[in-house]
């Protein structure tokens, strides 16, 4: 059983608004694993589904570098959210492979469901 739950996401004052705006523009991936490495799953979210957390993030974010000496901005996204919007793609469990589905990941830039052509 892996142990996760929640995944964090750090912005530097130097650089986290650019950050931000960045994570807009990428799926993401979300490892939970074990203490010892051997259960391990991965999931894949599509950028759709975690813009409308961004986008909340960002009023917090510019709040937070304004007061003196913050430096960093930290939020998370829930397990639960990631099981909700995500898709298992990949579950190694007691050191086994155990599950790699044929999915519809993108390639590229296209997005899952939708074609490149």
Same mark, same amino acid.
């Given at each position: 059983?892996?142990?996760?739950?929640?995944?964090?996401?750090?912005?530097?004052?130097?650089?986290? @608004?650019?950050?931000?705006?960045?994570?807009?523009?990428?799926?993401? @991936?979300?490892?939970?694993?074990?203490?010892?490495?051997?259960?391990?799953?991965?999931?894949?979210?599509?950028?759709?589904?975690?813009?409308?957390?961004?986008?909340?993030?960002?009023?917090?974010?510019?709040?937070?570098?304004?007061?003196?000496?913050?430096?960093?901005?930290?939020?998370?996204?829930?397990?639960?959210?990631?099981?909700?919007?995500?898709?298992?793609?990949?579950?190694?469990?007691?050191?086994?492979?155990?599950?790699?589905?044929?999915?519809?990941?993108?390639?590229?830039?296209?997005?899952?469901?939708?074609?490149?052509?």
């Amino acid at each position: 059983m892996t142990t996760n739950n929640g995944f964090e996401y750090q912005y530097h004052k130097t650089h986290g @608004l650019e950050k931000l705006a960045a994570d807009k523009t990428v799926d993401h @991936l979300f490892i939970s694993l074990n203490p010892t490495y051997s259960d391990i799953e991965v999931w894949w979210v599509d950028r759709e589904q975690l813009i409308p957390i961004f986008d909340s993030w960002l009023p917090e974010l510019r709040t937070n570098y304004q007061a003196n000496g913050k430096q960093r901005f930290r939020r998370s996204i829930s397990r639960g959210t990631v099981r909700q919007y995500g898709q298992k793609i990949l579950v190694i469990a007691q050191g086994q492979l155990a599950h790699s589905p044929e999915s519809q990941l993108p390639t590229d830039s296209g997005h899952a469901g939708q074609s490149n052509e």
